[in-house]
């Protein structure tokens, strides 16, 4: 379990690194998380971290209309709760919903196991969702164990890196053109951190993609669960 723990920190995110691409190897450690959906068609999985807020998930909502494209928000409880009207919007535009934890908890740096699992439930009970994807992808290894139980993790094989100032824009697109194949999991944040880059880059990421033949989807607790099952489309 320890050496489980010090994988994933070195691999997705150590001293302030972390891999765009993740290593097949590393998915094959972690089985019952969810890093892409393969399958025959082409099809690419957007996701979006830490909102909603009214500063940037509308204009996402906006851009994706504009490519009947459909993602996935991992919303964060607090901001639910402070923009309901914003919420609101990724619902009514057919988007899918999972858990980003109420307060945006590192797993790891939470010494109360039972606290980190009443902030995960507070949030998806507020999404109505099964799905979860820890923030910085941090779990403890009796954490994974246990949410297992009752979440789909979604983790993700394509990270933008729209997140960090030390990241450009350009550097933020060419990540994501570079990396993504069929079934790809892509992660974006609609945060204010991240909007520079994400301004930059997600217009321009859905035209690359959708002339090159993708669709986007949106994840379901159906499509995870099969894809831990190996079931492919």
């Known amino acids: 379990n320890h050496r489980s723990q010090i994988i994933i920190s070195v691999t997705l995110n150590f001293s302030n690194m972390y891999l765009i691409k993740t290593p097949r190897f590393i998915q094959n450690l972690f089985p019952n998380f969810v890093w892409n959906i393969p399958g025959a068609h082409k099809e690419v999985y957007l996701t979006f971290d830490d909102g909603p807020i009214p500063q940037v998930t509308p204009w996402v909502l906006n851009e994706l209309a504009k490519y009947?494209?459909?993602?996935?928000?991992?919303?964060?409880?607090?901001?639910?709760?402070?923009?309901?009207?914003?919420?609101?919007?990724?619902?009514?535009?057919?988007?899918?919903?999972?858990?980003?934890?109420?307060?945006?908890?590192?797993?790891?740096?939470?010494?109360?196991?039972?606290?980190?699992?009443?902030?995960?439930?507070?949030?998806?009970?507020?999404?109505?969702?099964?799905?979860?994807?820890?923030?910085?992808?941090?779990?403890?290894?009796?954490?994974?164990?246990?949410?297992?139980r009752h979440y789909r993790i979604i983790m993700w094989d394509v990270l933008s890196g729209d997140f960090d100032p030390k990241v450009s824009p350009e550097?933020?697109?060419?990540?994501?053109?570079?990396?993504?194949?069929?079934?790809?999991?892509?992660?974006?944040?609609?945060?204010?951190?991240?909007?520079?880059?994400?301004?930059?880059?997600?217009?321009?990421?859905?035209?690359?993609?959708?002339?090159?033949?993708?669709?986007?989807?949106?994840?379901?607790?159906?499509i995870a669960t099969a894809m831990q099952l190996g079931i492919t489309a």
């Open 171 to 222: 550097q933020c697109l060419k990540n994501v053109t570079t990396h993504t194949k069929s079934g790809s999991i892509i992660v974006f944040h609609d945060s204010i951190k991240a909007k520079e880059s994400l301004t930059y880059a997600l217009p321009r990421a859905l035209d690359y993609l959708s002339k090159a033949g993708y669709i986007f989807k949106s994840l379901t607790p159906e």
């Open 68 to 148: 009947n494209a459909k993602a996935t928000f991992f919303c964060v409880g607090e901001n639910i709760e402070k923009y309901p009207d914003v919420f609101q919007q990724i619902k009514d535009a057919g988007h899918a919903l999972g858990s980003h934890t109420y307060n945006h908890l590192n797993g790891w740096l939470v010494a109360d196991n039972k606290k980190y699992y009443r902030n995960i439930r507070e949030c998806a009970r507020l999404v109505d969702s099964e799905l979860f994807r820890p923030p910085y992808g941090k779990l403890k290894p009796i954490q994974a164990q246990l949410l297992q």
